[in-house]
């Protein structure tokens, strides 16, 4: 029998109550609905428009007014909203919470999640696993969940000293019934690393069409604009308030990897003042080099993961 034909006839939980029913925490509601992994799902937003929107799509089969009516029954919650948020709502669900139940996140920065849960939670602080699912759209709300947003994708758990070993497994099967690798990380290495490849990218599209927009003839400069710019800023097009949150949250490792970053593109910018075509060739080529081996890298994990599970 298959992970997921047992999930269908004994559920991974009973309730599961997810804070935040957009992109991140509808897809995650839809794709354990579809294995079977949940009995009910609960959601939770700031926005009654939202939320109501989340149950008409099905994502829930019920929105909670509060977070005692949210968490009192639920073995598994779920914070799918902006890292910003995640200490207030700990501090609001913590005297509802039942002994046995988990909390975990899906926020991009890990450092100041714990640091705001261990406020927010003290001695429950074992009950909160942290969280990151490494996947995303252009595309916000409730209307851009899909079920298979977590295929393939890797999920990293942030797992703290005082977890129980059966609850980090626990949510790890959870994100497997979503189709999820799941990886594990220290909440200090998680930050290090996306910072470089997730954090700091999305600064930079955000900057450069923030920049192009800001010119007087913007219009002209988007009406030429062609793949290759729709690609590098595609993630521009991703929510505002939460890469404002994951940026600021994560400000030392971003200002370390952006002086680095600066100071690449300063050694670029005296090459092409010095027209000098043969090191500027070098940096390309190396990049295509290094892009081109990571590439190689996903594909045969890919095939293998496929071979594995057939």
């Known amino acids: 029998m298959t992970a997921t034909a047992s999930a269908k006839?004994?559920?991974?939980?009973?309730?599961?109550?997810i804070f935040g029913v957009g992109l991140i925490g509808g897809s995650f509601a839809l794709a354990m609905k579809r294995a079977g992994a949940a009995e009910r799902i609960v959601g939770v937003s700031r926005n009654p428009a939202t939320l109501?929107?989340?149950?008409?799509?099905?994502?829930?089969?019920?929105?909670?007014?509060?977070a005692e009516e949210a968490v009192r029954d639920a073995d598994l919650v779920l914070v799918a909203a902006p890292v910003a948020q995640t200490g207030a709502i700990l501090s609001a669900i913590r005297p509802f919470l039942r002994p046995d139940a988990i909390v975990t996140d899906a926020g991009s920065t890990k450092s100041d999640v714990v640091a705001a849960a261990r406020t927010a939670l003290?001695?429950?602080?074992?009950?909160?696993?942290?969280?990151?699912p490494i996947a995303g759209r252009e595309l916000n709300g409730p209307d851009a969940a899909i079920p298979d947003l977590y295929v393939g994708k890797k999920v990293v758990l942030a797992?703290?000293?005082?977890?129980?070993?059966?609850?980090?497994?626990?949510?790890?099967?959870?994100?497997?019934?979503?189709?999820?690798?799941?990886?594990?990380?220290?909440?200090?290495e998680h930050d290090r690393i996306f910072a470089a490849v997730s954090h700091l990218p999305h600064l930079l599209a955000y900057a450069l069409v923030d920049d192009i927009a800001a010119k007087p003839h913007a219009d002209l400069l988007f009406q030429y604009a062609a793949s290759g710019f729709r690609d590098f800023t595609r993630i521009a097009?991703?929510?505002?308030?939460?890469?404002?949150?994951?940026?600021?949250?994560?400000?030392?490792?971003?200002?370390?990897?952006?002086?680095?970053?600066l100071a690449q593109l300063g050694k670029l910018r005296a090459m092409l003042v010095a027209a000098d075509g043969a090191a500027l060739e070098a940096v390309y080529a190396n990049a295509q080099r290094a892009?081109?081996?990571?590439?190689?890298?996903?594909?045969?994990?890919?095939?293998?993961?496929?071979?594995?599970?057939?």
């Open 159 to 188: 797992a703290l000293p005082e977890n129980r070993s059966q609850d980090v497994e626990r949510v790890a099967a959870a994100w497997q019934h979503c189709g999820a690798v799941v990886h594990r990380l220290s909440p200090e």
């Open 237 to 261: 097009g991703s929510s505002p308030e939460m890469w404002r949150d994951i940026t600021l949250a994560n400000r030392d490792a971003m200002l370390a990897e952006l002086d680095s970053y």
């Open 52 to 66: 109501a929107r989340a149950v008409e799509l099905g994502i829930v089969d019920a929105g909670a007014p509060s």
């Open 291 to 310: 892009r081109h081996a990571w590439i190689s890298a996903i594909e045969a994990s890919e095939k293998q993961s496929q071979s594995g599970g057939d």
């Open 122 to 132: 003290g001695d429950r602080i074992g009950q909160f696993i942290p969280g990151h």
């Open 9 to 17: 006839t004994m559920p991974l939980f009973r309730q599961v109550a």
